[in-house]
């Protein structure tokens, strides 16, 4: 078997590697071994929190509903389930939306499900 030398191939590796952890803090922006490592470690914590952003996100919007609610006199979860029963299908970022730059539309939203 003829002999292969592999000089351009990990040079393209290596960098393509290191373009990746560029910015990185002390070795791992420099040594190919750490920043193999955290990759590694980038990469599962970014499924993690993409996963994560979904719930953080659901609990602003309820936040901001509550806010409004309460000026008028109703809790949260007795809110939802009034739309439910009013046959009303928006959705709580729909809703936290119209409750930060619409209240007025928020507000007869509310009548409307009283």
Excluded: C
């Amino acid at each position: 078997m003829t002999r292969v030398k592999k000089g351009v191939n990990a040079l393209k590796s290596r960098r393509n590697l290191l373009s990746k952890v560029k910015g990185y803090r002390h070795g791992r922006g420099t040594k190919e071994r750490q920043a193999n490592e955290a990759i590694f470690h980038a990469g599962t914590y970014s499924f993690a929190h993409r996963k994560d952003k979904k719930g953080d996100f659901r609990r602003l919007w309820n936040v901001r509903m509550s806010a409004i609610l309460k000026e008028n006199g109703v809790s949260y979860s007795k809110f939802i389930p009034m739309l439910k029963r009013a046959n009303i299908a928006l959705d709580r970022k729909i809703l936290a939306e119209l409750a930060e730059n619409h209240p007025k539309t928020f507000i007869k939203i509310l009548e409307t499900v009283k």
